[in-house]
């Protein structure tokens, strides 16, 4: 019996050793909770396009080889150097002596005649390369790099250099994903770049050396011709790159109802057929919806301050109130009391003033960042009285320091004389 007692305590004793182990290695082989992502891009950068306020970045001041995306440039280069978009473009030997013809071109030949605004298509919707080269030689290949540069500069990207237009490896030609976003950003306030910037699909008509081509996106965010996989109908601009399996990335143009995030991705990897890039975005863009809101801190008109019109007839107080809305996108746990408001007014008011003239501004910060700023317009019209003004201006004179000092010489000069005048009687 006590043999039996034994054995039955040695079994439960195996049995639950071999519980235990089993829970063990079912919990170091458990899988990832479901919905969780671990970005692959090494850079990442998201901005609200309205407010600049920065949702979330990693090694935004990295630099890196930009490949395609150079393209955005290039392409606003090309349409403030070109000015009239029709004019008619050469194909000419010599373009493409150091250019490595690879995909991303539309297969331009020598001697073929088209627009400027068909080869800006080309090369910003279908990564052309060939469209870059053409575009810059026939301005002047080095004018037009400088010319780049220029754009870049004057978009605010100081740790950029650009050496050629279609995004070729070159150790001098770099930037970060913060210039990058201030050179997307400048470009889109084109409307014909952000037309481009945001097309599924192009048509080019026929030339002297080809027929028409049809042209259909190669950002998957924006065109389901070449995958379904990552199309995207809120994204209504986009432009990719790809230097290696190890390097590739996004410039993404995330629509809200309310606002635009910029969403910027680099350093990330490449599984053929899966580009983590795109997962990187998608990520980016759950994270704003989830951790951020759109918040209006001034409504359009909203009452702001008031000023003293010393010359004004009747009432002297006038409304100064807000001249358009002030929003911003924070943190859904922001902290409210590092909102203020900074009222500017201006110096000096004075009568007559019209409805809806500018008298000073309204900033609004969130700790130090300022969130937006907004004129400050008259409430109503000011009508000015000449007789009011003169007692206005009497008051300051006579209130002045200068002229009790004024007064005072003169009482002590006058009384100096009376009595030396007295002094004189006197003797």
Known sequence: MKKIALLLLVFLYTLSLFSVCMCALAEETQPPEPGIYSPHAKYMLMVDVQSDTVMYEANADATFSPGGLTKILTAITAIENYGDLSKKITVKKGYYEKYNYKDGNI?????????????????LLYDAGDCAYALAHNIGYKKFIKSMNDIAKKAGATNSAFSNPDGCEDDNHKTTLRDMYLITKYAMQNEFFSEVFGADRIEIGATNKSDIRILFNKNQFLSNYYSL?????NINGAKSY????????????????????????????IESPIVYAYDDVEYLIKYATENYSKHTLLAAEEFVSEVNVPNAKGKKRLLLVNEKEIRTVLENNHDASKLQTKTIVNEK?????????????TEIYYGDKKCGSSNLL???DVESSFFVYMGYIGGIIFGSF???LIIIAFIAVFAIRAININKGKRK
């Open 107 to 123: 297969g331009l030949k020598y001697d073929e005649v088209m627009s400027a605004k068909n080869m800006i298509e080309g090369l």
């Open 229 to 233: 996989d990552n199309f995207n109908p």
């Open 242 to 269: 790809t230097n290696s399996n190890e390097d590739c990335g996004i410039v993404a143009n995330y629509k809200t109802p309310s606002n635009d995030i910029l969403i910027l991705c680099a350093k990330s990897d």
């Open 349 to 361: 008011i004075r009568a007559p003033i019209k409805k809806g003239d500018v008298l000073g501004k």
């Open 378 to 380: 008259a409430y109503s």
């Open 402 to 404: 200068y002229f009790k």
